[in-house]
């Protein structure tokens, strides 16, 4: 499955992006989706995972401001983002599995690249 990532940009503290991450190649609906988000010199760190069955997980530090859905119509996943934080500000990627997926970066097959979220104080 191929990921392309979207919807990045340059907002203020407070302020909202809804993050969009097309698939081809297989449906999402079999698989186990995940975003991720890179700062820089930071390691890259779990945000927010959807599985096939509606479940969805949070990291603590957006839980309450993010919400991840998915489109399976239009094989699409989201990451809404509200009140948003400069310690936000990261680069996005969002990811599937077949199996497991979750929290854990390593349980992920495929990977798209990023798309940029600065978030200005």
């Known amino acids: 499955v191929q990921l392309q990532a979207s919807g990045g940009g340059l907002v203020q503290a407070g302020g909202s992006l809804r993050l969009s991450c097309a698939a081809s190649?297989?449906?999402?609906?079999?698989?186990?989706m995940g975003w991720f988000r890179q700062a820089p010199g930071k390691e890259r760190e779990f945000v927010a995972a959807?599985?096939?069955?509606?479940?969805?997980y949070y990291a603590d530090s957006v839980k309450g401001r993010f919400t991840i859905s998915r489109d399976n119509g239009k094989n699409t996943l989201y990451l809404q983002m509200n009140s948003l934080k400069p310690g936000d500000t990261a680069s996005y990627h969002c990811?599937?599995?077949?199996?497991?997926?979750?929290?854990?970066?390593?349980?992920?097959?495929?990977w798209g690249p990023g798309t940029q979220v600065t978030v200005s104080s």
């Open positions: 959807s599985n096939w069955l509606g479940g969805s």
């Open positions: 990811a599937a599995d077949s199996a497991r997926g979750g929290t854990r970066e390593g349980a992920y097959d495929y």
């Open positions: 190649g297989r449906a999402i609906s079999g698989y186990f």
